[in-house]
T-cell receptor, first 113, second 112 residues
Framework: NAGVTQTPKFQVLKTGQSMTLQCAQD?????MYWYRQDPGMGLRLIYY???????DKGEVPNGYNVSRLNKREFSLRLESAAPSQTSVYFC????????????FGPGTRLLVL | GNSVTQMEGPVTLSEEAFLTINCTYT??????LFWYVQYPGEGLQLLLK?????DKGSNKGFEATYRKETTSFHLEKGSVQVSDSAVYFC???????????FGDGTTLTVKP
């Protein structure tokens, strides 16, 4: 049981390049989330998907897009990367409903030059 | 809106010392409260949770009690170990709402 997996683990981009961060979960969870973690700022929610086929903006959605491809997969796309998007990105999932515990992936470390 | 305020770190303790990390929250209604732990280079993982007032969550020697009257959920451990060195996050979530609000995290370093 792999839980939540993320790819890649580490990426270096130049300003203006695009990339997609991949996330998959094998726990049959309904809800999935993308966060970014920056020093001294805790976790900030970028986008979330309460169920397959739905997505909603979180606290810091600008510069990002998401796709809930199916129940297992939730991808995050940076169309034109900026240095301000240098961060560690975490994907998480939860069963939803009464089960609020979130399960996190190992993270993707992104450096934008 | 909802918010979670954690004790500022970093916190440095000697092995076997008593640990308290303060967490207070601002929210309407009755959220569930969580402590997550993040070890170096890893994602967050659930440490303990409490879903209603006066509930006590516990795991691995850590405890926290949901205090609605003081809107607090302080994390405690009687005797810390070097392996407890990590970043600890307090969070709240409303049932059926999915989204969580996280504190900024408190870095704990335990020295032998």
């Amino acid at each position: 049981n792999a839980g939540v997996t993320q790819t890649p683990k580490f990426q270096v981009l130049k300003t203006g390049q695009s990339m997609t961060l991949q996330c998959a979960q094998d726990m049959n969870h309904n809800s999935m989330y993308w966060y970014r973690q920056d020093p001294g700022m805790g976790l900030r929610l970028i986008y979330y998907s309460a169920s397959e086929g739905t997505t909603d903006k979180g606290e810091v959605p600008n510069g990002y897009n998401v796709s809930r491809l199916n129940k297992r997969e939730f991808s995050l796309r940076l169309e034109s990367a900026a240095p301000s998007q240098t961060s560690v990105y975490f994907c998480a999932s939860s069963a939803g409903g009464q089960q609020e515990t979130q399960y996190f992936g190992p993270g993707t470390r992104l450096l934008v030059l | 809106g909802n918010s979670v305020t954690q004790m500022e770190g970093p916190v440095t303790l000697s092995e076997e010392a008593f640990l308290t990390i303060n967490c207070t929250y601002t929210a309407t209604g009755y959220p569930s409260l969580f402590w997550y732990v993040q070890y170096p280079g890893e994602g967050l993982q659930l440490l303990l949770k409490a879903t209603k007032a006066d509930d006590k969550g516990s795991n691995k020697g850590f405890e926290a009690t949901y205090r609605k009257e003081t809107t607090s959920f302080h994390l405690e451990k009687g005797s810390v170990q070097v392996s407890d060195s990590a970043v600890y996050f307090c969070a709240l979530t409303y049932t059926n709402a999915g989204k969580s609000t996280f504190g900024d995290g408190t870095t704990l370093t335990v020295k032998p």
